[in-house]
């Protein structure tokens, strides 16, 4: 959480009886200007409160409509036969159930036979599916060669020496596990807070070994069609195995592995099924071939313990918040490109306490765009101070203290 701002101090005039009129004038002046700059202050700092209430109100919304979605009902996935003059016949996937359903007129008219409808416990259609593989290429992002590499990353070099070990070697060393006669983990779970580097790192290991990059966020995984987030998970290891060798990374895996509320709604019952295909997905992975599994998430405390079992995520990869002189190579990264003039990175690191990599990246795009509006393109310190306030204001939930000057 991040803290209030503290308030400017209440300017104080204390006029002196016995002092001349030009003294009291000038008093009066000196006091008049002090009024001014605190004015000035506090609408900077009201202004940085509307920005923040504002942020916040969209964060409100939009777990507001997640906890909706979350709180509604499943529907089923079937398929539209046959339009009949009596109502539509459905067939509906998983149990191949056919079933002569009505329909409103203004989905009737949108609806051709062969297209996919979601339809409720009674067989009434809700609404009309876009296309298979529209979902398909929506849910995941595949990226044959991403640029990352690992001098990219600043710090963490423990972190890519664990990564290298448990999903490089067994990619590009397979005789030597067969040899050894040891099975490579199978899974690797990067956890930490956002914007440390975890699908950076993914990312990078995924260059240095030729692999296709496969990325799939499990919020993506949480669909509201019984059986959609299952076979979304097939699709995903399918999609691996036609690209092998491939690196799939699955980011927020907290939205599929939470630990199991005390609610049963059937949208409980559809994450754990997700869930469990995952797991046989990933219990099936001898046979796999050249296939490495790669999850993140920012909330460990809240994963249910059963995907950290041997043979599924069982290695565990900390990604933490960089500390100094991580802070100063992230910083050394992200301006390598950048023309500083006099500018202390070593300074600056001891200054950003707190600040995730992403926040560093930022940092220096900001302090970019302050040297771009004076019309300048070499970025002075100043530039980076200026920033700096910038990027703090912004930062209201990943903790980064709020500090005015
Ligand atoms: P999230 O949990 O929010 O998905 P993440 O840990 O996966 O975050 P990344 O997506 O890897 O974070 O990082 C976001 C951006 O922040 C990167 O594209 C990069 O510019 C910068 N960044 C983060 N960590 C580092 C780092 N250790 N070194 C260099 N840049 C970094």
Known sequence: MSRSPSLPERPRLDLDP????????????????????????????????????????????????????LKSSSLYVATAEELLDQGIVIKQHGNNQEVLTEVSPTLREKINAGDRVAVNDSFGV??????????????????QR??????????????????????????????????????????????????????????????????????????????KFIGEGARLVRDLFELASEHEPAIIFIDEIDAIASTRTESKTSGDAEVQRTMMQLLSEMDGFD??????????????????????RPGRFDRLIEVPEPDLTARERILEIHTQEMSLDDVD????????DGFTGAELSSLATEAG???????RT???????????????????SAGVPIAFA
């Open 18 to 69: 016995d002092m001349t009129p030009s003294e009291r004038l000038a008093a009066l002046r000196s006091h008049y200007s002090e009024v001014l700059r605190v004015n000035a202050k506090l609408q900077q700092q009201l202004n940085t409160s509307e920005r923040r209430q504002e942020k916040l109100t969209d964060r409100v919304d939009h777990l507001q409509r997640e906890n909706e979605t």
């Open 287 to 308: 046979d796999r071939g050249e296939i490495r599994i790669i999850a993140a998430t920012n909330r460990f405390d809240m994963l249910d313990r059963a995907i950290l």
């Open 369 to 375: 765009m302050f040297a771009i509006r004076d019309d």
């Open 126 to 143: 809700k609404e009309v599916l876009e296309a298979e593989t529209d979902a398909r290429a929506q849910a995941m992002q595949v990226e």
């Open 146 to 223: 991403p640029g990352t590499t690992y001098d990219d990353i600043g710090g963490l070099s423990e972190q890519i020496r664990e990564v290298r070990e448990a999903v490089e070697q067994p990619l590009v060393q397979t005789d030597q596990f067969d040899a050894v006669g040891i099975d490579p983990p199978a899974g690797v779970l990067l956890h930490g807070p956002p914007g440390t580097g975890k699908t950076m790192l993914a990312k990078a290991v995924a260059s240095e070994t030729d692999a296709t990059f496969i990325k799939m966020a499990g919020s993506e995984l949480v669909q």
């Open 345 to 352: 990175l070593n300074d600056l690191a001891a200054d950003t």
């Open 378 to 396: 070499a970025i002075r310190m100043e530039d980076f101070q200026s920033a700096l306030g910038k990027v703090r204001d912004e930062d209201d």
